[in-house]
């Protein structure tokens, strides 16, 4: 529904604001609360996520040994199964049925990834409310008269698994433990604006719906109510990066397309580990590695090596390092041909002891 270059969020011109105040008719926002209908209730479809019988299938099919798997399976299906969507947003925007959005696979940002991910997931038998949020920065803004004409929030999604409720963000493959269905303020820097089966079920049929309720809850919610929340999160997606420097990355753009491999450099390692979930990783380094990406390198992995130096360990690559959250094998070699050769190898083999060689 709304996208960022940086995080999952929709962005919408306010070119449409005006038109909201002419409709004279905007139906009342209508929320919810998870816990004011029995657990079993969440199972049931709305008006808009009605599932195909299509669709049945691929929730029986996809579902997995745990609840956390089947979420992982069919929020993975619905990522890489899209179309790149074109045209206006503003004449689909919570307009079509999931089953449609299915169909099509043109979805419009994070509400129709939402509505197709909640259809499968209740047809897969786990109870499921969609979450209507803001941006809480963007509030600020607008109640400061800085926001723009941006409008800035999200779809959730709460799945109730045999741990409880958690809460799913609908386009990242993210999953947050421990979460509290009665609390307002949600992860990533955004707060709750309504709840239901579905968009319909919330009174929102139409772009300009959307961004009424959103300036209405701007204006009658107190920004002291905003608060960080922070909760055990699971990266749903295992993901393979490729670790290497910045010339090398390049040419691993341009050979390696379509290939789920993300680039970094050894100066981001930190970050990636930090943000990684049973991650695999290669490590593709030129042997005149920079003094500065060499530290940066063994500072993260050094203590894992059991190797006083990183020249210490270079001698002895192909080497397979199995770090705390990750597993990563790492290569030094003299040519950028070898490095790319090695990055096809690991593209469509999992990274263990046995392939690192």
Same mark, same amino acid.
């Given at each position: 529904?709304?996208?960022?270059? @940086? !995080?999952?969020?929709?962005?919408?011109?306010?070119?449409?604001?005006?038109?909201?105040?002419?409709?004279?008719?905007?139906?009342?926002?209508?929320?919810?609360?998870?816990?004011?209908?029995? /657990?079993? *209730?969440?199972?049931?479809?709305?008006?808009?996520?009605?599932?195909?019988?299509?669709?049945?299938?691929?929730?029986?099919?996809?579902?997995?040994?745990?609840?956390?798997?089947?979420?992982?399976?069919?929020?993975?299906?619905?990522?890489?199964?899209?179309?790149?969507?074109?045209?206006? @947003?503003?004449?689909?925007?919570? &307009? &079509?049925?999931?089953?449609?959005?299915?169909?099509?696979?043109?979805?419009?940002?994070?509400?129709?990834?939402? +509505?197709?991910?909640?259809?499968?997931?209740? *047809?897969?038998?786990?109870? =499921?409310?969609? $979450?209507?949020?803001?941006?809480?920065?963007?509030?600020?803004?607008? =109640?400061? #008269?800085? *926001?723009?004409?941006?409008?800035? #929030?999200?779809?959730?999604?709460?799945?109730?698994?045999?741990?409880?409720?958690v809460l799913v963000d609908s386009t990242k493959p993210?999953?947050?433990?421990?979460?509290?269905?009665?609390?307002?303020n949600l992860p990533r820097g955004y707060y709750l604006?309504?709840?239901?089966?579905?968009?319909?079920?919330?009174?929102?049929?139409?772009?300009?719906? !959307?961004?009424?309720?959103?300036?209405?809850?701007?204006?009658?919610?107190?920004?002291?109510?905003?608060?960080?929340?922070?909760?055990? %999160?699971?990266?749903?997606?295992?993901?393979?990066?490729?670790?290497?420097?910045? /010339?090398?990355?390049?040419?691993? @753009?341009?050979?390696?397309?379509?290939?789920?491999?993300?680039?970094?450099?050894?100066?981001?390692? %930190?970050?990636?580990?930090?943000?990684?979930?049973?991650?695999?990783? $290669?490590?593709?380094?030129?042997?005149?590695?920079?003094?500065?990406?060499?530290? *940066?390198?063994?500072?993260?992995?050094?203590?894992?090596?059991?190797?006083?130096?990183?020249?210490?360990?270079?001698?002895?690559?192909?080497?397979? +390092?199995?770090?705390? @959250?990750? &597993? +990563?094998?790492?290569? $030094?070699?003299?040519?950028?041909?070898?490095? +790319?050769? !090695?990055?096809?190898?690991?593209?469509?083999?999992?990274?263990?002891?046995?392939?690192?060689?």
């Amino acid at each position: 529904m709304w996208s960022n270059q @940086k !995080l999952p969020m929709w962005g919408i011109t306010g070119a449409f604001v005006g038109a909201v105040v002419a409709t004279g008719c905007i139906p009342p926002l209508r929320s919810r609360p998870t816990k004011s209908l029995p /657990t079993a *209730a969440w199972l049931k479809p709305g008006k808009q996520t009605r599932p195909s019988a299509a669709m049945r299938r691929l929730a029986r099919k996809l579902r997995g040994a745990s609840d956390v798997e089947t979420i992982a399976n069919l929020h993975t299906w619905v990522r890489k199964n899209r179309v790149r969507f074109r045209g206006s @947003k503003r004449r689909v925007l919570r &307009r &079509r049925t999931a089953a449609e959005l299915f169909e099509s696979r043109t979805y419009s940002g994070c509400g129709d990834h939402g +509505l197709v991910l909640a259809t499968l997931l209740r *047809a897969a038998g786990l109870p =499921t409310v969609f $979450v209507s949020s803001v941006q809480k920065d963007w509030a600020r803004d607008k =109640t400061m #008269g800085t *926001a723009g004409r941006r409008y800035m #929030g999200h779809v959730f999604l709460e799945v109730y698994t045999a741990g409880g409720w958690v809460l799913v963000d609908s386009t990242k493959p993210l999953l947050w433990k421990k979460y509290d269905p009665e609390e307002r303020n949600l992860p990533r820097g955004y707060y709750l604006m309504s709840k239901g089966y579905d968009s319909w079920d919330m009174g929102i049929t139409r772009q300009r719906h !959307l961004l009424f309720h959103m300036d209405n809850l701007v204006e009658n919610t107190p920004l002291s109510r905003f608060r960080d929340v922070t909760l055990p %999160q699971i990266r749903l997606a295992k993901r393979l990066v490729v670790i290497t420097v910045r /010339t090398i990355a390049r040419r691993l @753009k341009w050979h390696l397309r379509g290939v789920p491999i993300k680039v970094y450099e050894p100066g981001s390692l %930190q970050d990636w580990l930090s943000d990684c979930t049973k991650c695999e990783a $290669v490590a593709l380094l030129p042997t005149d590695l920079s003094r500065r990406l060499v530290k *940066a390198f063994f500072r993260v992995v050094g203590e894992y090596t059991r190797l006083p130096s990183l020249e210490g360990l270079v001698k002895s690559t192909p080497r397979y +390092l199995a770090l705390p @959250k990750a &597993r +990563l094998c790492l290569y $030094v070699r003299d040519t950028t041909e070898e490095l +790319l050769r !090695l990055a096809r190898k690991h593209a469509q083999r999992p990274i263990n002891a046995d392939t690192c060689r």
